[in-house]
């Protein structure tokens, strides 16, 4: 299901974070930390050419593939409460 263009997007998962020279590692996520971004619409990625063959029998087949790709700008880094914590 293809999301909307302009439509907010909140990302749960975040495993690291980076502010200049501070990096926090979640294990295995950082609790509390989300990714906020908008999204900017859809885009088709390279095509991807499949060709199969089987010698001796005369059997080739040509395919090709394009995915779809959600851009998205990311609006804002929530931190998270393991975020002060650092190495």
Known sequence: MPLEEDA??????VLLVADGD???VGKP?????KVVATVLGEAKGDKVTV???KPK???RK?????QIYT???IKDIVLGQE???GP
């Open 8 to 13: 907010t997007v909140e990302m749960g998962r």
């Open 22 to 24: 501070k990096v926090t």
């Open 29 to 33: 996520v950082i609790e509390g930390a």
């Open 51 to 53: 060709f199969k063959y």
């Open 57 to 59: 029998v005369h059997y």
């Open 62 to 66: 040509k395919t090709g593939h394009r």
């Open 71 to 73: 851009k998205l700008a």
């Open 83 to 85: 975020a002060g914590d």
